[in-house]
């Protein structure tokens, strides 16, 4: 049994939950990127904010500190924070569209105890309860290992280009929750 609690977020967790992606970004992601995608990381990545308004974010807390997180969306934006562009917050049918997984992170600390595992778990409950029968999200390297085991597979790779040219690499992975 995995010794942590988990809850939804609230707009009182912004700030934590801001430096616990940021840290995630910075410690996890140069074992796979280089430091200009790491760098670009940042302004892809982040909290969307719609997330925490439409009660789909999850917090992980172990003693009251919040060592995870990560949601779902029933919104078409498939990544990316409150700043990202190409925002979309179109409703998705969920008899022929796929629930978005988001902004899944974890504390550098907490890697490998089972945080993303039980943050998929909710995230695909919580989709299937309210009639999605798929799961989409968007893997950065980093989460590829955790997304094949959990049963996600690969549907695209693509790179995210920023205006100064860095490709970012990211995969768009699929899971059906039949």
Known sequence: MIPFNHRLATRADIAALTALMDVSIAALLPSFLSPDQVMASFAIMGLDSQLIEDGSYFVIEENGRIVGSGGWSRRATSFGGDHS?????????????????????????????????????????????????????????AGLPLYRACGYVDVEPFEHVTDAGVRVPLVRMEKSLG
């Open 85 to 141: 562009p190409g925002r979309d917050t179109r409703l998705l049918d969920p008899t022929t569209e796929a629930a978005r997984v988001r902004a899944m992170y974890t504390h550098p600390d907490f890697t490998r105890r089972g945080i993303g595992r039980r943050v998929l778990d909710l995230c695909e409950s919580a989709a299937r309860a309210a009639g999605f029968g798929r799961t989409e999200l968007v893997a950065t390297a």
